[in-house]
């Protein structure tokens, strides 16, 4: 098992180091920017966050980022982040934010998926997600993310490298985004962290059908 999953990993270097070296201009897929993106969604109304440093936007590597707090009438408040990539041949590459959490103070508590049924223009769909808990101090935060690209949810980072790899070959493209929720859960609440999955999946659900305007398929 060992030995296929080494050989599974030397040939996906293999076939990235392929698809970076292709001198085929990658195509700029036709796509609305994020300062677009509504700031009413049904009961959620946004606030923009302020610019992110410069500094993190280099580590990013981001050609588009939307960063904005939800709030909703019954004064439930998240966090919505879009980072959208144009293309990643150059080095720049989405990473799991849970690389980023423990240095700003955050660790994980438990770790778990989420399918969130969603509805597009297509039909009905899922949205394949991880569900993590994490906690700094006596503050707990559920955080749900996924990547998305070409009309795709996935919730691996490994199966998204893969699809990546996939992508550039057949259609010549690279472009792919992160797409992440975060819900403070309520310390007060017996059934805190199951609350917040629900206002998560609200959101979710009320936003989901948006994204293909600014996440070309």
């Not at 980022?65 to 009438?73: E, G």
């Not at 989405?94 to 049924?117: D, K, V």
């Not at 993310?145 to 996935?154: D, E, F, K, L, N």
């Not at 917040?196 to 398929?217: H, I």
């Amino acid at each position: 098992m060992l030995n296929r999953s080494i050989a599974l990993f030397v040939i996906f270097l293999a076939a990235a180091g392929m698809v970076a070296r292709q001198s085929r201009p990658e195509p700029s897929p036709v796509r609305s920017t994020f300062n677009r993106f509504p700031d009413q969604i049904q009961r959620w109304k946004g606030q923009e966050l302020p610019p992110m440093d410069a500094k993190i936007l280099a580590i990013l590597g981001v050609d588009d980022y939307l960063n904005r707090v939800y709030s909703s009438p019954d004064r439930t408040q998240l966090g919505l982040y879009v980072g959208y990539y144009g293309s990643q041949r150059q080095g720049d590459s989405i990473h799991s934010p849970m690389n980023c959490l423990p240095g700003a103070g955050w660790e994980p508590l438990s770790r778990s998926s989420l399918t969130i049924p969603v509805s597009t223009a297509a039909g009905a769909s899922a949205v394949d997600a991880n569900r993590y808990v994490i906690q700094k101090g006596l503050s707990r935060q559920l955080v749900l993310y996924w990547y998305q690209s070409h009309g795709r949810t996935v919730a691996s980072e490994y199966w998204s490298k893969l699809y990546l790899v996939r992508d550039a070959v057949r259609l010549n493209r690279t472009d792919a985004a992160l797409v992440r929720v975060i819900v403070p859960i309520d310390p007060n609440a017996d059934d805190g962290e199951m609350r917040a999955e629900r206002q998560a999946s609200d959101f979710v659900k009320s936003m989901f059908p948006l994204l293909p305007q600014y996440l070309p398929s």
